[in-house]
T-cell receptor, first 118, second 114 residues
């Protein structure tokens, strides 16, 4: 079975500093994708970044980067130069990819609430 | 205009009522999904559809039904609403041609069942 674990229910970071949000996963799929989503207090789910299990390099999208350690089954999100607008809940998610029993299901972690202090 | 829209955005209903939540998208994606989110938790998959003629149950489909009226439209129905179906409901879409198959979410419908 697939499982995502986010062990940090809540975190604080000072504005302009970097912060790392932890995510570990468990899967028996040989090919999978890892995703991070942001959910601000307004409720929408915003896609941030994707990492494929066979991607050679860690993913980056602007201020977001993913520290992917396949052997340790971790996919931590790093936010650089935090801004007040980064205050939100962050979800790590995983799914199997094409040709590996893809059922369409995204497995979500419990989320981490990040608060950015001015 | 938003790529994925959901109507209504908020709804309060009573136990036993039938209610329909609608989702439409202009992204041209073939795959659509319905999830629910309970307070303080991640999302759980209710139903998904990989094309117009393909409908599949997710992990929590009991008490729900869906209809894929067109590639761009996917509706979720609660046949007889009950209070524990109070939640935030999300529609999502993805493109089978995208190697990442990233799911993009609508703004959500906040449903309260009294």
């Amino acid at each position: 079975a697939q499982k995502i674990t986010q062990t940090q229910p809540g975190m604080f970071v000072q504005e302009k500093e970097a912060v790392t949000l932890d995510c570990t996963y468990d899967t028996s799929d040989p090919s999978y994708g890892l995703f991070w989503y942001k959910q601000p207090s307004s409720g929408e789910m915003i896609f941030l970044i994707y990492q494929g299990s066979y991607d050679q390099q860690n993913a980056t999208e602007g201020r977001y980067s993913l520290n992917f350690q396949k052997a340790r089954k971790s996919a931590n999100l790093v936010i650089s130069a935090s801004q007040l607008g980064d205050s939100a809940m962050y979800f790590c998610a995983m799914r199997g990819l094409h040709g590996s029993g893809n059922t369409g299901k995204l497995i979500f972690g419990q989320g981490t609430t990040l608060q950015v202090k001015p | 205009d938003a790529d994925v829209t959901q109507t209504p955005r908020n709804r309060i209903t009573k136990t036993g009522k039938r209610i329909m939540l609608e989702c439409s998208q202009t992204k041209g994606h073939d795959r659509m999904y319905w999830y629910r989110q309970d307070p303080g938790l991640g999302l759980q998959l209710i139903y998904y559809s990989f094309d117009v003629k393909d409908i599949n149950k997710g992990e929590i489909s009991d008490g729900y039904s869906v209809s894929r009226q067109a590639q761009a439209k996917f509706s979720l129905s609660l046949e007889s609403a009950i209070p524990n179906q109070t939640a935030l409901y999300f529609c999502a879409t993805s493109d089978s041609r995208d190697r990442t198959d990233t799911q993009y979410f609508g703004p959500g419908t906040r449903l309260t069942v009294l």
